[in-house]
C-alpha cells in the first residue's frame, strides 16, 4: 500500500468522525465505537510498523487497551470520571505490557518489543479522547467544535497523498487543514479567530508529524503496517480535540 492509498483512509476516519459528532445525543456511545476501530486498527498494524518480535501478545495488549479504555468512557461508573478511567486503563495496559514480555519464551529483542508496545498503548489511549471530547462538547452545546476539528484533519491526510515533494506536500497539508478547521470553528462553534486558527495549526502540524514519522518506518507501505499509518494520526489528533473542548466550550 502506497502513501497516496494511506492518507485517503486516514482522512475517511477522520471524516467518519466529523460525521459522528453530528449524531446528538448518541454522539458519545457512537464515537467510543470509532475510537474503539481505531485501537483494533492500531493493534493489528503496531507489531508490523515497528517491526516487533513478538506480534500477537503486542496486538492483543494495544487494541484491548484502546477498546477497554473507549468502553469506559462511557461506560465509567459515577465515582470515575473518563478521563480517571482512561488513566487507569492505560496503566494496566503499560502493566499488560511489562507481564507479556515477562511471559514470553523467546527473550530475543525485549527492550525494543516493550517500548513499541508501550507506545502502542499510549496512542491507542489517546484515542479515547475523542469520546470524551465528543461528550464535554455536548454538554456545553458546542459539539461542533469536534466536527471542525475533524474536518480539517480529514484535508489535513487528503492533502498529505499528493504526489507532491515531501517538503511542499506537508505545506500544502498544514496550511488547508489550518484554514479549514479555523473556518469551521469560527462559523460553526462560534471561537474567536485567533484562537481558532491556532487550534487549526496544532491539528494540521500535529496530523502531519505523525503521518511523516509513522510513514517513514521501511515497512510503512506493506498493507498491515499501513493501517497503522493511517490511524496513528486520526488517534494523534483525539487529545487535541480533548483539551480544546475541556477549554473552548
Known amino acids: 500500500m502506497t502513501a497516496p492509498e494511506r492518507a485517503p483512509l486516514g482522512a475517511a476516519l477522520a471524516l467518519l468522525i466529523a460525521l459522528v459528532a453530528l449524531t446528538g445525543p448518541l454522539s458519545p456511545v457512537l464515537m467510543a465505537v470509532v475510537a ?16 516487533l518480535p513478538s506480534p500477537r501478545g503486542t496486538r492483543i495488549v494495544v487494541a484491548g487497551s484502546g477498546i477497554a479504555g473507549a468502553a469506559l468512557t462511557v461506560l465509567a461508573p459515577e465515582r470515575l470520571t473518563p478521563v480517571t478511567s482512561l488513566l487507569v486503563v492505560t496503566a494496566v495496559g503499560v502493566f499488560a505490557s511489562f507481564g507479556h514480555q515477562m511471559l514470553r519464551s523467546d527473550r530475543h529483542d525485549l527492550t525494543s518489543s516493550l517500548t513499541g508496545t508501550v507506545a502502542g498503548v499510549l496512542l491507542a489511549a489517546v484515542a479515547s479522547c475523542w469520546p470524551i471530547a465528543q461528550e464535554i462538547s455536548t454538554a456545553g452545546g458546542g459539539s461542533l467544535l469536534v466536527t471542525a476539528i475533524a474536518t480539517g484533519l ?3 491526510l487528503l492533502l498529505d497523498a499528493t504526489s507532491l515533494p ?7 497539508a498544514v496550511l488547508a487543514g489550518t484554514g479549514i478547521t479555523a473556518l469551521l470553528a469560527v462559523q460553526l462553534g462560534a471561537m474567536a479567530a485567533l484562537p481558532a486558527v491556532g487550534l487549526g495549526a496544532l491539528v494540521a502540524v500535529a496530523a502531519s508529524c505523525t503521518h511523516l514519522l509513522l510513514g517513514s518506518s521501511l515497512v510503512a507501505r506493506e498493507p498491515v503496517a499501513a493501517l497503522g499509518v493511517a490511524a496513528g494520526p486520526v488517534a494523534t489528533a483525539g487529545v487535541i480535540a480533548h483539551l480544546a473542548a475541556a477549554m473552548l466550550t
Open 154 to 156: 480529514a484535508a489535513t
Open 36 to 51: 474503539g476501530g481505531l485501537a483494533l486498527l492500531l493493534g493489528a498494524a503496531w507489531p508490523d510498523l515497528l517491526e
Open 166 to 172: 515531501v517538503l511542499s506536500r506537508t505545506l500544502l
